[in-house]
């Protein structure tokens, strides 16, 4: 990837802010002693609290509540998956769960504020892990690579499914989806060139994909970024830097995409977990190549931050949900395959 200064209306502008402080996160807390064969997916709920899902050792789905003090611990559910799950608020107090089945077909689970629905499966086959983004006023849209390379997704309405739409594209990565807060969502993917592609859902139809540049060495993130109608996503260069580029709303065509660059600087293992913690404000979370350590990043509405190292040896991919109140809850997964929790900043 090119790294590129530009406009500080942008959101990815290269520089360093102050150095976040270590006290403003949480020590980590244990999600609970079952060990999970996937990264974690968590959702928030009202008043600071939160919901997270992981694949188990047996193939099933694990659920956890966070009630902004402490987790429930993981509870496994009936049936059987072959993907880790992804989860999406659907901005009613309610969190949808889902995952690829052993069939192909997509599964999901419901959490209601107390308990949890018996998992459902869906028409429709997919290919990969699907990534859920909310839309907001009750409905959620999950996505997933189909068979041929392409998207293939459904929209939950508050009472049902929409049958499986496809979008043709060649791919080499699963989708993630990000929210736009007015009702949209954009799922990104890498391309056969290394390049990342992006589709919006507008609310009832795909608007088709764009090729937005970057050379990425995996899959992106996609986030909503806490302004109506904008979305940010994220993707691991080439040279091993994490950068982004942002969706500055308005017409869809390349041209509304901010050039990427990079964040903070420093080699990162993985796919980083993005959270809004303000209008305008997010934090990211990334594995370093050097230690395998968990580290932190925060964009204060004008520039990302040095890297802050929270001290947690992980393997895989970091997650982080906001909670409100401009914190977020991020989560990692240790060496022993057991998840910890922190909350900041």
């Known amino acids: 990837m090119k790294v590129v200064v530009f406009a500080c209306c942008c959101l990815l502008m290269v520089g360093l802010a102050t150095q976040p402080s270590l006290a403003a996160w949480g020590p980590f807390a244990s999600m609970g002693s079952t060990t999970v064969n996937s990264d974690p997916s968590c959702a928030p709920m009202p008043g600071g609290k939160a919901v997270c899902s992981a694949r188990g050792f047996t193939n099933s789905l694990l659920v956890n509540q966070f009630d902004g003090t402490a987790w429930s611990g993981w509870t496994k559910l009936a049936g059987t998956v072959t993907s880790g799950p992804s989860c999406a608020t659907d901005g009613n107090g309610k969190v949808i769960c889902a995952a690829r089945a052993a069939s192909g077909v997509m599964v999901y689970t419901i959490f209601n504020g107390t308990t949890w629905s018996a ?6 086959l997919l290919a990969s892990g699907p990534s859920c983004a909310s839309l907001g006023a ?3 849209l999950c996505a997933a690579r189909s068979s041929s390379g392409g998207l293939t997704s459904s929209v939950f309405s508050g009472t049902a499914w929409s049958t499986f739409d496809n979008q043709a594209a060649t791919s080499t990565s699963e989708p993630s989806c990000g929210g736009d807060d007015a009702g949209r969502a954009v799922c990104a993917m890498r391309d056969t060139t290394g390049k990342i592609i992006v589709n919006r859902y507008n609310g009832t139809a795909w608007d088709g994909f ?6 990425a060495s995996d899959g992106p993130v996609c986030s909503n970024f806490g302004i109506g109608s904008h979305v940010v996503c994220f993707a691991r260069g080439t040279d091993m830097n994490y950068f982004g580029s942002q969706f500055l709303g308005g017409s869809w065509v390349a041209a509304q995409w901010t050039t990427w660059s990079s964040l903070a600087g420093g080699f990162v293992y993985s796919k980083g977990g993005c959270a809004v913690i303000g209008t305008g404000q997010m934090i990211c979370g990334v594995i370093a190549v050097t230690d395998s350590g968990f580290y932190i ?5 004008s520039n990302w931050s040095s890297y802050l190292g929270l001290g947690q040896t992980s393997i895989g991919n970091p997650g982080c949900t906001t909670l409100g109140g401009g914190k977020a809850l991020c989560t990692v997964v240790g060496v022993n395959n057991k998840v910890q929790s922190t909350v900041g900043p």
């Open 119 to 124: 998992e459902v499966k869906l028409k429709g």
């Open 138 to 140: 009750g409905r959620v």
């Open 210 to 215: 764009l090729n937005i540049g970057g050379l």
């Open 297 to 301: 990043t925060q964009f204060n509405g």
